[in-house]
């Protein structure tokens, strides 16, 4: 199947994907600020620059989009055109992913990385108090919350 735009318009479309600051992301962090949390946002001198940085619990949190990192929900769908551009792009992400944590984790961080789908206005609340658990009393130097986070 062939796009159904050109080529400049798929282009702008594509540059207006934000990398920060977005919707999932935000509401997550006012929901962890709610929740006594504070924290540092895109701490750069970081692997993978996470969305947010809690030095004093010695962990970060990554807000990792269904579609780009791409972890099996029903937000998870293959574009129909370019597909094999799609496939090596979203296999790079899950890759550059894995590295970043090990990296991490080496360097002594625990890693929380919330999923887009688990931060829908249902879920929102149950995600939050479990990544808050997970940030205070957690254990594990690495933790995903699905998108049974809410059910």
Known sequence: MTDTVDTAT????????????????LALRKALFARGLRYRLHRATLPGTPDLVLPGHRAVVF???????W??????????????????KIARNQERDR??????R??????????ECALKPRT???TANRAARWLRFGRGAFRAIPPSAGR
């Open 71 to 88: 972890h099996g929900c029903s937000r998870c769908r293959m574009p129909a055109s370019n597909v094999e551009y799609w496939r090596a």
């Open 124 to 126: 929102l609340d149950a």
């Open 106 to 115: 080496t360097l002594g961080w625990r890693v929380l990385i919330v999923w």
């Open 99 to 104: 590295s970043q944590i090990a990296e991490l």
């Open 63 to 69: 807000v990792h989009g269904c579609q780009w990192h």
């Open 10 to 25: 798929r282009s702008r479309i594509m540059a207006r994907i934000r990398a920060k600051d977005t919707a999932p992301e």
